[in-house]
């Protein structure tokens, strides 16, 4: 096996190439090779044109779970390719979960034929999970689960599992419920193989679990996955009722959408946005993010223009100002981008965020110090006035404190009020950073300068 | 089982009140209950003299499990805190896999103290591991693998594992190989209970598995268990014999780790950096990154300082010129994050970039166009000035597609000179949407204003 990156790069260009000479069948024996989730990796790597050629090529059987493993708005690229027939033969032997995670992408009247095309206990299935909340663990469970009871011996367990003839391959602990089915522990296939046959599961399973109420959010999910080294828990209802089980490969899922979130709004961009979107879309989507800068941006504007007296007597006020604004700017989105982070893996809270806040003022003096006599002593030499470097000097450590208190409090309020710090955090701080940045250099410069 | 962040607080809380009031009973009962990667979150959410007090309440026997859980920067303070005895004996329990992550932060002393209390064996094994290069599979894989042959029963299998009698808990698949210990295939324990235990191994064991090399890096090892829905898998050497297992708990770490990397590098910070640190090595830390960019600052400002003249006469084009460089900026940062991830995420190569690049430069084209209109009409009103209007319209143009330009070019120069785009691209983009964004503006406006 060798670096994987490197084998995509490559077998994007044989697609790339073999799409242009239209020899499909070399198309075909790429993808042949494929995992549905390499197939979705090459999809997401392809403009739209190519992409729906290749996405054509895709044996009807894997469509599912292409569909699956790539980003929603890669999705519904695909999905507006295919004619009803096609959805409903692509989603036919998915797991209920799966069939859930995609209904809601799909078009009105196709997921109306997916539904009478069900049988009851399919249909009633995927209606229960739906009934559960987006993010929660409803959504994520898995109902292939195999309950034994505690009183049976080992033996027992392995001759039922044999009756059975075949355990999902990502099988790796038997659930152990008691006769009204509620929740009573785990029993590890590796203790099951390397028990006494003659031990009864109530000796061997492990009933330290934690089991994970179906309510339960995905994101905290994740963490006890993480916490607890987890590959598979059962989920359970308000009454401790066994109704399935989350198995890692959904979590890891979990985990790298999350950070990717943390990434990509901080950008004022979408985690699921598409690399390849076509312009217009992407360019509308894009134009709100720049409209809301543009506001912050005039706001800043405005201040300067307060100052217009100033700046029309002395032009070197003209030139220094963007340095305030940028330093600050600067060692606030440090600050905020630890804070972001820090919030996201839950290490922050009432009682350290005044430590935090002391520790980051703290940072923000010493840096502002040290970058205020830089600055100052090359704003003398290069105006030869010595005001200019005070004001400069005064202006820049004021900003880096406020940069410093803006970057923890900002966050901490947007996550009091429910909004996403890594979202709207940028925003915000840099509007603080520029008003105060141009109004202390240029107020402190009118007042003694002129 | 509740909401796992509030509880997170909670206990913070508790641990912190018992802490000020010296209850140490009371923190001790809060620790019995944790999970070492819980102990490490709680440590991490502390201020380093709290932390220092809850570190030593914490129990021997979990130490060397809670020194994995932390950042690096979080390990050291805490491993500053430990006498070379309580090291060694923190160690003790750890496999060599962990013990090789922990080793190179030891004190040197500590750390050959460490090598003489351990017997040939372990020695051998630990050498063998710091032998592999970091962040390779040699270093994440675990040596307590389970190998059977093919040739034999599953009956057969089932006494040996039974005559061991314990199997670890986390395996989920035998290891099968060949007289010379070569690998051949894999046996999930899910078949080996489910099927006659009168058929040979060979009969059930799947092939079909991808067998990881040793000098594998950890984030191809990564993407290979994400797009193969993997829970462990074989690590080989070169000529194929079985060297070990993989498991996912270590591959979740490494998941994690990647994308917190992405987010603080942007903003010049190290993944590994510890929210509590003390403020002078943090300064001291963050004042280089602050230094670039004071660079990249003086470089806009020397460029404005160019059309003083300009300034001078016309004190409307010092109000307005942060909004070219700002939205610039903004536009610039997008492209970049949305190439970084694909860069990340491997979607971007030589067969797309060109395509990625078009989209691009529409997408700020069109936005550009948008936002000159708007920018144009307010500077209009604002200084009755119709030129002054145009200027910015043109020059807001121009930076907006240099900014999509320069997001998607910076990153791949940057990943094909193999530097992490995510580190300096931010600084180099922004450099260059300043300087041409100050130039552009108000070298229009020297010629046609003036």
Same mark, same amino acid.
């Given at each position: !096996?060798?670096?994987? =990156?490197?084998?995509?790069?490559?077998?994007?260009?044989?697609?790339?190439?073999?799409?242009?000479?239209?020899?499909?069948?070399?198309?075909?024996?790429?993808?042949?090779?494929?995992?549905?989730?390499?197939?979705?990796?090459?999809?997401?790597?392809?403009?739209?044109?190519?992409?729906?050629?290749?996405?054509?090529?895709?044996?009807?059987?894997?469509?599912?779970?292409?569909?699956?493993?790539?980003?929603?708005?890669?999705?519904?690229?695909?999905?507006?390719?295919?004619?009803?027939?096609?959805?409903?033969?692509? =989603?036919?032997? *998915?797991?209920?979960?799966?069939?859930?995670?995609?209904?809601?992408?799909?078009?009105?009247?196709? /997921?109306?034929? $997916?539904?009478?095309?069900?049988?009851?206990?399919?249909?009633?299935?995927?209606?229960?999970?739906?009934?559960?909340?987006? +993010?929660?663990?409803?959504?994520? $469970?898995?109902? +292939?689960?195999?309950?034994?009871?505690?009183?049976?011996?080992?033996?027992?367990?392995?001759?039922?599992?044999?009756?059975?003839?075949?355990?999902? +391959?990502?099988?790796? =602990?038997?659930?152990?419920?008691?006769?009204?089915?509620?929740?009573?522990?785990?029993?590890?296939?590796?203790?099951?193989?390397?028990?006494?046959?003659?031990?009864?599961?109530?000796?061997?399973? +492990?009933?330290?679990?934690?089991?994970?109420?179906?309510?339960?959010?995905?994101?905290?999910?994740?963490?006890?996955?993480?916490?607890?080294?987890?590959?598979?828990?059962?989920?359970?209802?308000?009454?401790?009722?066994?109704?399935?089980?989350?198995?890692?490969?959904?979590?890891?899922?979990?985990?790298?959408?999350?950070?990717?979130?943390?990434? !990509?709004? !901080?950008?004022?961009?979408?985690?699921?946005?598409? *690399?390849?979107?076509?312009?217009?879309?992407?360019?509308?989507?894009?134009?709100?993010?720049?409209?809301?800068?543009?506001?912050?941006?005039?706001?800043?504007?405005?201040?300067?223009?307060?100052?217009?007296?100033?700046?029309?007597?002395?032009?070197?006020?003209?030139?220094? $100002?963007?340095?305030?604004?940028?330093?600050?700017?600067?060692?606030?989105?440090?600050?905020?981008?630890? /804070?972001?982070?820090?919030?996201? *893996?839950?290490?922050?809270?009432?009682?350290?965020?005044?430590?935090?806040?002391?520790?980051?003022?703290?940072?923000?003096?010493?840096?502002?110090?040290?970058?205020?006599?830089?600055? /100052?002593?090359?704003?003398?030499?290069?105006?030869?006035?010595?005001?200019?470097?005070?004001?400069?000097?005064?202006?820049?450590?004021?900003? $880096?404190?406020?940069?410093?208190?803006?970057?923890?409090?900002?966050?901490?309020?947007?996550?009091?009020?429910?909004?996403?710090?890594?979202?709207?955090?940028?925003?915000?701080? =840099?509007?603080?950073?520029?008003?105060?940045?141009? !109004?202390?250099?240029?107020?402190?410069?009118?007042?003694?300068?002129?």
């Amino acid at each position: !096996m060798t670096d994987t =990156t490197e084998t995509l790069e490559h077998r994007l260009s044989r697609i790339h190439l073999a799409l242009e000479k239209e020899e499909l069948e070399q198309v075909d024996d790429v993808i042949a090779d494929l995992e549905p989730a390499e197939v979705a990796l090459l999809l997401e790597s392809m403009p739209p044109n190519e992409r729906i050629r290749l996405w054509e090529r895709v044996p009807q059987e894997v469509d599912g779970e292409v569909l699956l493993h790539v980003h929603d708005e890669v999705r519904s690229t695909l999905i507006d390719d295919m004619d009803h027939h096609e959805i409903v033969a692509a =989603t036919a032997g *998915l797991d209920t979960a799966d069939l859930a995670e995609l209904f809601e992408d799909l078009p009105q009247q196709v /997921a109306e034929d $997916m539904l009478r095309s069900m049988d009851a206990l399919q249909r009633s299935r995927l209606e229960e999970t739906l009934s559960f909340e987006e +993010d929660s663990a409803g959504r994520l $469970m898995r109902t +292939d689960t195999i309950a034994v009871r505690a009183d049976v011996s080992l033996e027992t367990v392995q001759r039922f599992l044999r009756w059975k003839e075949s355990v999902p +391959d990502n099988t790796h =602990t038997l659930m152990v419920v008691d006769r009204n089915g509620r929740f009573v522990g785990v029993l590890p296939l590796s203790r099951l193989v390397a028990s006494d046959q003659e031990r009864a599961v109530a000796d061997l399973m +492990d009933t330290e679990v934690d089991s994970i109420k179906v309510t339960m959010k995905s994101r905290d999910v994740a963490t006890l996955f993480q916490t607890h080294d987890l590959v598979s828990a059962p989920v359970v209802d308000e009454d401790g009722l066994l109704l399935g089980r989350i198995v890692i490969d959904d979590i890891v899922d979990v985990i790298r959408d999350d950070s990717e979130q943390a990434l !990509m709004n !901080m950008a004022g961009l979408n985690e699921e946005e598409d *690399l390849f979107a076509p312009i217009l879309p992407s360019a509308k989507r894009r134009a709100i993010w720049l409209g809301i800068n543009l506001l912050t941006a005039f706001l800043a504007a405005w201040v300067i223009g307060r100052f217009e007296a100033a700046l029309d007597q002395l032009v070197a006020l003209a030139v220094l $100002m963007p340095i305030v604004a940028s330093m600050g700017g600067i060692a606030g989105s440090q600050t905020l981008t630890l /804070a972001i982070r820090g919030l996201a *893996l839950g290490q922050i809270s009432r009682t350290n965020s005044n430590w935090l806040l002391r520790k980051e003022v703290g940072i923000s003096a010493l840096n502002g110090l040290l970058w205020a006599l830089v600055v /100052a002593v090359l704003a003398v030499l290069w105006f030869k006035n010595l005001g200019i470097g005070l004001v400069i000097a005064v202006a820049l450590v004021i900003n $880096m404190l406020a940069a410093g208190i803006a970057g923890i409090l900002i966050p901490l309020m947007l996550k009091r009020a429910g909004i996403d710090p890594a979202l709207s955090g940028s925003v915000i701080l =840099t509007t603080v950073t520029d008003v105060i940045g141009f !109004m202390a250099f240029l107020g402190l410069a009118t007042l003694f300068l002129l």
